[in-house]
């Protein structure tokens, strides 16, 4: 997995590119919010950010609101600031923040943090790709009730031997006779008695 670093210091910019390439993830640096931004329109691979929250031209919360705004999922946002207290970390979480975690950071806080954004972005991609699935399968049998004969009367459905079975659709049905919504033998003969 991919992570985007955005951090004008370039000590704590380097300690955090070392430790998270030594876990294993690739690590895409950026000196401030505005390049960290650029990167994010051409990048379609990031799904974790590590920002900072002071920095030049675009600071972390601008930039974490940024990502909201346009929608960017699943994508994961830790703030790591010197900048500490509750009314910090409300202020970060309403901006659209994920974790927040003060520095001096410790190694392994960081680490298990970093895992926790893992599985929250893999977790929110599975839940997009099943939806996808989902959709999809809802729009084919919306296409298969235009091909199929249904009743409209009593969503009786034509089968393969052209015999009328009742079947429980997962659509509603239409009232009236068109080119694939017909009236079955039975409810034809009701209609025309009460004509």
């Not at 030594?22 to 895409?28: D, F, I, N, S």
């Not at 790591?80 to 901006?95: N, P, V």
């Amino acid at each position: 997995m991919k992570i985007l670093v955005a951090d004008d210091d370039p000590i704590i910019r380097q300690v955090l590119m070392n430790l998270l390439s030594k876990w294993g993830y690739g690590v895409v640096p950026t000196t401030n919010g505005a390049e960290a931004w650029e990167v994010l329109q051409h990048d379609t691979d990031l799904r974790i950010g590590l920002f900072d929250w002071f920095m030049p031209e675009i600071n972390g919360m601008e930039l974490t609101r940024r990502i909201r705004d346009a929608n960017i999922a699943p994508f994961y946002v830790m703030l790591c600031t010197a900048r500490g207290g509750k009314d910090s970390l409300l202020d970060a979480f309403d901006a659209g923040v994920d974790d927040f975690i003060s520095k001096p950071f410790d190694k392994e806080v960081l680490q298990a943090r970093i895992k926790v954004g893992v599985r929250a972005v893999e977790l929110q991609s599975y839940l997009i790709q099943r939806l996808s699935t989902a959709e999809a399968s809802l729009a084919g049998v919306a296409q298969l009730k235009d091909f199929v004969h249904i009743c409209s009367v009593c969503g009786s459905a034509k089968d393969l031997q052209d015999q009328w079975r009742k079947i429980e659709l997962p659509f509603q049905i239409g009232t009236g006779e068109t080119a694939f919504h017909t009236c079955c033998p039975d409810c034809r003969e009701k209609m025309s008695r009460v004509r």
